[in-house]
């Protein structure tokens, strides 16, 4: 039972979630409560960890297996990855901007 449940996406849709909202609260936090003032910072910080992560997974689970097979090269690089990641890290940068702004009754 457990098994095929952990294969359904709306498992992993949900971990998802859960996730995400935890992490917008605990950027609220820092940034905010606790007068972190470098939202650009921490959305590296989360670039950093997010690569880490997946870097683990994919030499330690068979969540990945496709990184294992494929080949990438430089201008897939270029042209689709790195326009990919500077908008995502763009986009935490100015969310994380906007976590001081935010009181909580709107934030949520």
Do not use: E, G
């Not at 998802?16 to 921490?42: G, H, R, T």
Request: charged share 5%.
């Amino acid at each position: 039972m457990l098994s095929s449940l952990s294969q359904h996406p709306l498992f992993y849709i949900v971990i998802w979630i859960a996730c995400s909202c935890s992490m917008i609260l605990f950027d609220k936090a820092v940034l905010s409560s606790l007068n972190f003032l470098y939202p650009m910072f921490w959305a590296s910080w989360h670039m950093l960890f997010a690569s880490i992560l997946t870097l683990v997974l994919s030499r330690t689970t068979n969540l990945l297996p496709l990184l294992k097979t494929t080949k990438v090269v430089a201008k897939v690089i270029q042209t689709q990855i790195l326009p990919v990641a500077a908008c995502f890290d763009i986009s935490l940068i100015t969310t994380n901007k906007a976590y001081v702004y935010l009181s909580f009754v709107i934030h949520s």
